[in-house]
């Protein structure tokens, strides 16, 4: 039986797991096709498809690139994306760049909260390419700021608490401009986990679509089952191909594994007939 989980991260952003190792706890999991989308970069990709090669695997070719929308960040999945294209690798260049940016401000934030080497210290745990709150995060449970990942993310980096900074990502057209260029699908990422209302939800999908996004995470990890009801109408309404992910990061969260989602509603059309 095909099993997909299409949203999945590896050491090349902040997932824990090398790409190797996610692909051989895929197999494990019985995923058959799995989508390594890495924040804002491809790095992985090449690792992950020499592993799936000889595992009874499919591996699709993915990221996952931060958007500021209406002031709010929003995550766009691309698939099968040609990871050499110059357009989509000029386009995570500047993601890249500007993470060194803010993690340099995000540093700078918590030394004035009296919290000092946090650049250094996130860097020990971020591979050479990406650089994100994940990796701030694991710096200050080790120096005991805070006892572990979800608090952190409580008191620290987030809106009026210290090192929050406000992202300033790529534009959605520029962002769903890149994936198509390099033949990918778009994928507006776990809509239910936005916090905007549901007007702004539509204007967003409306965008969108209008940029040449084509799906729609109907079905993410750890959600509820009315969720993915109502996200699977919002697909059928505006006609969006509907996909499924874990957003597996780590083994450490046992709420979310790799493949055990739900099946997406007979009412769907799967963003894999695109394929
Ligand atoms: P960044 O793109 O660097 O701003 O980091 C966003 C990442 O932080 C997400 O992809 C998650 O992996 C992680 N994250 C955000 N909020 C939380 C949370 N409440 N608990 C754990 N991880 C989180
Ligand atoms: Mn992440
Ligand atoms: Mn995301
Ligand atoms: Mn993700």
Redesign the pocket.
Known sequence: MTCYDLHT?STA??GSLSPTDLVSRAVEQGVTVLALTD?DGTEGIFEAQQAAKGADLTLIAGVEISVTWGGTTIHIVGLNVDVKHPVLQNGLTTMRNYRVERAEKIASRLEKSGISGALEGAKKYASEVML?R?HFAKFLVEAKHAKDINDVFKRFLVRNKPGYVPGQWATLSDAVGWITAAGGQAVIAHPARYKITATKLRRLIADFKDAGGIGFEVVSGRQHPEEVKHMARLAEQFELLASCGSDF?TPDNTWVELGKLSALPNSCTPIWTAF
Do not use: K, P, T, Y
Request: glycine share 14%; proline share 0%.
């Open positions: 991260h952003s902040d924040h994100g994940v990061h």
